[in-house]
């Protein structure tokens, strides 16, 4: 049976709006002056700090795509509960926020409950969801002492993932890493000119020790830190984070 013209222009149309509706409407950003923008939608994204993660995404639906001359388009989708103008994530769940947002503290999005689980094999393994254990680490993380990366020599045994889950922003999740040790992590600092211990790190327990002839002061931080990637700092938690997620940890 032969198609006719008219039949297959019609047919053809069929096929662009079927590809189009598939699409889901998804509009193109491009990177410029800092941002990812597209001017007629009034989008500008930015990519969030690593420690923003989504909890959640639709990925059934294509909400935006990153063009890329030099490599792979991304797509982006939704985050299941945030309004799509100002939060949108990829299939890595990373976060891209409009660029005007301030993005809240760790404390600013109330977090419900906490999940462990190794880096390597992201399931998880424990929980917390007591108000106060969850109040006490992000307190020690907020306002507690802070060691810089390269301070720390050790590798360590193992590597966990705590991912703090919000009542606040319930599409997103705020991601820092638990490192355990073997022995406990010390940190040495030369003593003050008149030889007492220097005031770096506060609420750490230090001491003052002959090393190779010469004294310093030791700080003892314990066999388990936190990390922030973002920062690149350690926040010393002593056995409490330990005690919290009790046998895991070990």
């Known amino acids: 049976m032969k198609t006719s013209q008219k039949g297959l222009i019609a047919l053809?149309?069929?096929?662009?709006?079927?590809?189009?509706?598939?699409?889901?409407?998804?509009y193109t950003l491009t990177y410029s002056n800092g941002a990812y923008r597209n001017e007629k939608q009034n989008a500008a994204f930015?990519?969030?700090?690593?420690?923003?993660?989504?909890?959640?995404?639709?990925?059934?639906e294509t909400v935006a795509v990153i063009k890329s001359s030099y490599g792979k388009d991304v797509p982006l989708y939704a985050i299941e509960?945030?309004?799509?103008?100002?939060?949108?994530?990829?299939?890595?769940f990373d976060v891209y926020c409009n660029?005007?947002?301030?993005?809240?503290?760790?404390?600013?999005?109330?977090?419900s409950y906490?999940?462990?689980?190794?880096?390597?094999?992201p399931f998880e393994i424990g929980r917390i969801e007591k108000a106060a254990e969850i109040a006490d680490l992000v307190d020690r993380y907020e306002n507690g002492t802070s060691i810089p990366a390269a301070k720390i020599i050790p590798p360590p045994e193992n590597r966990f993932e705590l991912l703090f889950f919000s009542n606040t922003y319930k599409g997103l999740a705020y991601s820092l890493e638990y490192w355990k040790f073997?022995?406990?992590?010390?940190?040495?600092?030369?003593?003050?000119?008149?030889?007492?211990?220097?005031?770096?790190?506060?609420?750490?327990?230090?001491?003052?020790?002959?090393?190779n002839?010469?004294?310093e002061a030791v700080f003892h931080l314990?066999?388990?830190?936190?990390?922030?990637?973002?920062?690149?700092?350690?926040?010393?938690m002593g056995t409490q984070l330990e005690s919290y997620f009790t046998g895991v940890t070990q």
């Open 182 to 211: 073997s022995e406990e992590v010390l940190v040495h600092a030369k003593l003050t000119e008149d030889g007492q211990i220097p005031n770096l790190y506060p609420g750490v327990t230090a001491t003052i020790e002959v090393v």
């Open 114 to 121: 906490v999940t462990l689980s190794y880096i390597t094999y």
């Open 46 to 60: 930015v990519l969030a700090p690593l420690c923003y993660r989504a909890a959640s995404a639709l990925t059934d």
């Open 81 to 92: 509960g945030m309004d799509t103008a100002k939060w949108l994530t990829d299939d890595q």
């Open 12 to 26: 053809c149309l069929s096929l662009v709006l079927l590809l189009s509706a598939c699409s889901g409407g998804a």
């Open 222 to 236: 314990g066999s388990g830190l936190v990390y922030d990637r973002t920062q690149d700092l350690f926040f010393p």
């Open 99 to 111: 660029e005007q947002l301030a993005l809240p503290s760790l404390s600013q999005m109330n977090a």
């Open 213 to 215: 002839g010469v004294s």
